[in-house]
């Protein structure tokens, strides 16, 4: 076993066994998985992947944290931070346009369906439509706050796995790394936690969205240099994606078609992994070199 090989088993031992760990304790405690304190007591195993990365470098393969993406690189890189920023707003929408005009499900902008769902019996009245409208900005500035927070995630993610897995084949890298990550959620998915309906069939879809985030996420922390690119990424993915179409469709048809992770996402995420990878995106301008990247 090479010096890579034993770094990349020992990041995944670490990376499963503690964040699996720390996620079962508030589960056998009894705290439901819809629960906002499940949200914080869980936060300590979404770090488990940097904190593996942290161990592997400077313990196991002892190399330096040059090729991390550790600096933002905002000047120069703006144009990827706001991609990473924007997306998921234009995903949500084709989503939302897709679902609605299909006839699948239809929004309820007024909300109540999915108070009723998530606080059955409380009566709240209707929300107006200025607080819609800004809506969408209040999501936009939490992603910016709960950046600092995927850190715990995406230093290990393409900070350090997808860099390492496959060095010379980018999208076999992503792939590979879409499909671990992806099981990583098994703990908590298979309890319901992203498809309550389909906890079973969750476990399928999930991965292959992964997939198509990792390649989404690859591309931009190679192409800026900064896996903080890649990490607002992440958190506008969770906080805009994961919150505009349940909203609106919560209560009103099934999460695995709606839901930014679930089948009718596939279709805009899935375009844009298609653009990626027929344009050789998934290769950094700075560490290419007649058709090698350089890791």
């Not at 896996?227 to 099934?254: E, K, P, Q, R």
Request: aromatic share 14%; proline share 6%; with cysteine.
């Amino acid at each position: 076993m090479n010096i890579r090989t034993k770094g990349i088993v020992v990041y995944l031992i670490i990376t499963f066994s503690l964040a699996w760990a720390l996620w079962e304790i508030p589960i056998s405690m009894g705290f439901s998985l819809k629960s906002p304190i499940f949200q914080y007591l869980a936060l300590p195993g979404t770090f488990a992947p940097a904190i593996a990365a942290f161990i592997v470098r400077k313990w196991v393969t002892r190399e330096s944290f040059g090729d991390a993406g550790l600096k933002p690189h905002l000047k120069t890189k703006w144009r990827y931070y706001l991609v990473a920023w924007l997306l998921p707003l234009l995903v949500s929408a084709i989503i939302i346009g897709l679902v609605t005009v299909l006839g699948i499900a239809h929004p309820d902008f007024s909300l109540q369906r999915a108070i009723n769902v998530l606080a059955p019996g409380t009566k709240v009245p209707a929300i107006p439509a200025i607080v819609l409208a800004i809506a969408p900005v209040y999501l936009l500035i939490a992603a910016l706050f709960s950046t600092f927070f995927l850190f715990g995630e995406e230093f290990g993610w393409r900070g350090y796995l997808q860099m390492r897995l496959f060095p010379d084949n980018p999208l076999l890298a992503a792939i590979a790394t879409g499909i671990i990550w992806g099981v990583w959620h098994y703990p908590i998915n298979i309890r319901g936690y992203n498809f309550p309906e389909h906890p079973i069939l969750g476990l399928l879809v999930f991965p292959i969205t992964t997939v198509m985030l990792s390649i989404i996420f690859g591309w931009l922390r190679m192409r800026s240099g900064s896996v903080w690119v890649s990490c607002l990424a992440h958190a506008a993915t969770n906080s805009i994606g994961a919150t505009l179409t349940m909203a609106l469709f919560l209560g009103g048809g099934d999460s695995i078609l709606f839901n930014y992770l679930g089948l009718f996402g596939w279709i805009p995420l899935g375009a844009l992994c298609l653009w990626i990878v027929l344009t050789g995106q998934l290769t950094s301008p700075t560490e290419t070199t007649k058709g090698k990247t350089l890791i």
